[in-house]
């Protein structure tokens, strides 16, 4: 596979996968933060000990015999574009720390995008899962598998008391995060969710926008992940968040179907003027784009609208951004050519999708 | 809405600052945003994040801080990295594995804040470390044992158990010199 895919294709072959709750649950997420003992962390450590980090682990991925079964590539920071960094960032592939840091940073990247392992982020590795749908379990017994397979090569940096130790007090422990993205059209509309959010942060959950940290919820898109990484088991941690998940697409499901009884033609109305306004128009700014794209996709799953596939809202986000943008245009934008390019290119993306189904 | 520097262009970037408890929004276009450089970039975003957050509580914390300076005069910085306990609170970062123990003190309390009250791990352990994790447990429980039974005078039982403990001791030591 030639690795261009990994910057040109906006859907990773993961997301095609059938998944359970995937009309509310857009994807999961794991992630385990490790460090290898006898080299400084990231925080420190000098730039020769960056690049043997990257060498050993290399090493690890060359001789090991699992390396088939992911088929991982080796991409360098330092020797990626710009803006093929802000694509891997865009699809969640690599953090925007390992984008922007000078640590001599790289990744390994299965060719379905589900595993991207980074080196020399915060912490000497990053081992990420993504899987679609609700699936957190699953995505946990992969990032184990993985972490296994490279422990019996490595030694982590591990202390019975306080776990994995990583660079950060606030991943110590397990080094887990686990993650769900979820569509919320109807709790917003219904202003629920702002009652709903501090509940969750009460359950020491952290509730975020899309593109992490302070970050606006695009698209009525939210981040749910676990805050606490020390004193409970990885499984307890995954079974808290995926019970508050399951909660959310029940509230969610019930908000959903409140508004269809009271406001049926409103929610008509809403879902049919903002595939309006995609289908026809010529200028559209990012977080318009983005409220149109919830609201079709709501309209997808009330069956409002046929034919069109239910990734379109997660295709389109993600297409949508700067990065891809520029990397579909062939060139650098002003924002006001994005706003151009953006409205063509959903617009083509949604004839396309007509047309095939 | 409308920039709040030019007045004229949309505005695009939504900045909001949150300092004890009071909320300051930001509306700017891109152009002003890209003229005034690094006061919106993302890199300076830098500014808010949970490392920045972090240093901001141990700084403020007081139990912390007064817990740190009784013992300062013992460990000033980690030996293996160099790092202090003031450049910690800093940037809230940790140099190396050894700073968990150079810092053991000041950080338990925090690790609680942090982590729900808890301050030990209860998860996964690499499997390397596991088999030896697992002898050393019985070790200690063991060598428990071994000192009632000699305070109960019980001293036939106590020379079973010291025998049964080297026997173990030696068992970790051999598997110890595997792994080197």
Known sequence: MSQDLFFSQPVSSWMRQEASNSDIVLSSRIRLARNLTHYLFPTLFSKEQAVEVVRVFEQVFQKSENTNQWNLHLLKMNDLQP??????????????????????GACFLSEK???SIMVNEEDHLRIQCLFPG???????????????????????????????????????????RASVMMHLP?????????????????????????YGEGSEALGNIFQISNQMTLGKSEEDIVADLNSVVQQLITQEHSARDALFKTSRLELEDRVYRSYGVLANSRIIESKEASQCLSDVRLGI???????????????????TQPGFLQKYSGGPLKPQERDIKRATLIRERLTINKNIN | MICQQCEMRPATLHFTKIINGEKTEMHVCEQCA?????TFSFSNQEGFSINNLLAGLLNLDPAV???????????L???????????????????????????????????????????????????????NLHLKKELQALRLNLKEYIEKEEFEKAAELRDHIRLLEKKMNESREEEA
């Open chain 1, 186 to 210: 109807a709790l917003v509309m219904t202003r629920q969710i702002h009652r709903i959010i501090p509940a969750i942060n009460q359950l020491g959950l952290v509730v975020r926008g899309i």
């Open chain 2, 34 to 38: 890209s003229e005034n450089g690094d």
């Open chain 1, 83 to 104: 803006l093929q960094k802000q694509v891997l960032v865009e699809k969640h592939l690599i953090s925007p720390n390992l984008a922007e840091g000078d640590n001599d």
């Open chain 1, 113 to 115: 995008e589900d595993l």
């Open chain 1, 301 to 319: 799953d009330l069956g409002y609208i046929k034919g069109l596939s239910q990734n379109i809202l997660n295709e389109l986000i993600i297409m």
């Open chain 2, 65 to 75: 801080t007064e817990n740190y300076k009784q013992q300062s005069q013992e460990v």
């Open chain 1, 134 to 176: 609700l699936q957190l379990s699953e995505a946990l017994s992969t990032a184990n598998k993985v972490d296994n397979w490279i422990e019996k090569y490595v030694d982590y940096a591990f202390d019975e008391n306080r776990g994995y130790l990583t660079s950060c007090p606030t991943n110590v422990g397990t080094g887990l």
């Open chain 2, 77 to 131: 910085s980690c030996p293996t990295c160099g790092m202090t306990y003031q450049k910690f609170a800093k940037i809230g970062r940790f140099g190396c594995a050894d700073c968990y123990k150079t810092f053991e003190r000041p950080l338990i309390p925090f690790l609680k804040r942090l982590h729900g009250g808890n301050y030990l791990h209860h998860g996964k352990i690499p499997a390397r470390i596991a088999s």
